[in-house]
């Protein structure tokens, strides 16, 4: 299991786990992130820059620090 701040552009994983406060679990969990939901890095901003983040056909910016909240696994590409 790895966190979603660490998968590479490209790469494909399933959340396993979200691990934040209740007010950014509701929040993440508003936009779509929920245990068991396939995704997908599309791109980062240069220097640990915010992630845009591909769930099923809707995109998130997501900032690196709750990208560390949430737990994955990967798929072997």
């Not at 929920?34 to 599309?42: F, M």
């Not at 240069?46 to 949430?70: K, Y």
């Amino acid at each position: 299991m790895q966190l979603l701040s660490q998968l590479k552009i490209g790469q494909q994983a399933v959340i396993s786990a979200i691990e934040a406060d209740e007010m950014l679990f509701h929040r993440l969990s508003a936009l779509g992130f929920r245990v068991g939901k396939p995704l997908s890095i599309i791109r980062q901003a240069n220097f640990n820059g915010p992630l845009q983040v591909r769930l099923g056909t809707t995109d998130v910016i997501l900032r690196s620090a709750e990208a560390a909240r949430i737990r994955i696994n990967a798929h072997a590409n």
